[in-house]
């Protein structure tokens, strides 16, 4: 098995397989040397957090960062790899693919909160139950609203992780009244929508639309 080993003259790097040499002449200063001499680079195996391939670098590489042959991605140290999580984009190059859960942004309804600065929902992994707010209601969504045709259960979201570290976002009706639009379109009660970008969900005379 090859290795990538340090010349002991002027360090350049090569790579042999130590176990077929006894002596080793560097190609970059000609000097000749006993292959014991040779310092071997120490290795990392290390997962690439974007496309999860697992690459064999040198632990300089994978101290200092290094970009991904295969999906072209920065990879960070690790420290800074869990700090700069949240600052990551949720946006690939492929559009409606988000490294975190989506937020619904009110965009149309008699909502207590237009007169607040933040009017978006932000969205988590699992169940996310929608309606109006009540004391009785027990659902995790509950919406500040004077809207009458809104349930106090009226649509869930749910929020998944797929393979590639992504999250995909699942509408249906929860049994309403009045029933949730999508796109202007009602649902029936069996359906299941996956979101994009910029859907709209209508219920009762609330609409919110689905942003990053």
Same mark, same amino acid.
């Given at each position: 098995m090859k290795s990538r080993c340090i010349c002991p003259s002027c360090k350049a790097v090569l790579e042999f397989d130590r176990a077929k040499y006894s002596t080793v002449k560097c190609p970059k200063c000609t000097q000749q040397a006993?292959?014991? +001499?040779? !310092?071997?680079?120490?290795?990392? +195996?290390?997962? *690439?957090?974007? *496309?999860?391939?697992? @690459?064999?670098?040198?632990?300089?590489?994978?101290?200092?960062?290094?970009? *991904?042959?295969? *999906?072209?991605?920065?990879?960070?140290?690790?420290?800074?790899?869990?700090?700069?999580? !949240?600052a990551m984009p949720i946006r690939s &190059? =492929? $559009?409606? &693919?988000?490294?975190?859960?989506?937020? @619904?942004? @009110?965009?149309?309804?008699?909502?207590?909160?237009? =007169? &607040?600065?933040?009017?978006?929902?932000? @969205?988590?992994?699992? +169940?996310?139950?929608?309606?109006?707010? =009540?004391? $009785? $209601?027990?659902?995790?969504? &509950?919406?500040? !609203? =004077? +809207?009458?045709?809104?349930?106090? $259960?009226?649509?869930?979201i749910e929020v998944k992780m797929i393979e590639d570290s992504t999250f995909v976002h699942y509408l249906s009706d929860a049994g309403s009244a009045n029933g949730t639009y999508h796109n202007d379109e009602c649902l029936e009660s069996d359906d299941i929508i996956k979101l994009a970008l910029g859907d709209k969900i209508r219920m009762g005379q609330t609409v919110l639309k689905f942003v990053e």
């Open positions: 006993n292959v014991n +001499d040779f !310092t071997e680079v120490p290795m990392a +195996d290390i997962p *690439c957090p974007y *496309c999860k391939v697992t @690459l064999r670098v040198t632990k300089t590489a994978s101290e200092k960062g290094m970009t *991904c042959p295969k *999906c072209k991605h920065t990879i960070t140290p690790r420290k800074k790899i869990e700090v700069e999580h !949240t &190059q =492929s $559009s409606n &693919q988000l490294y975190r859960p989506g937020k @619904l942004e @009110l965009i149309e309804g008699e909502a207590h909160w237009l =007169s &607040q600065e933040n009017t978006t929902i932000v @969205l988590v992994r699992g +169940d996310n139950m929608l309606g109006r707010k =009540s004391p $009785s $209601s027990t659902i995790n969504i &509950q919406i500040p !609203t =004077s +809207d009458s045709h809104m349930s106090r $259960s009226h649509a869930k």
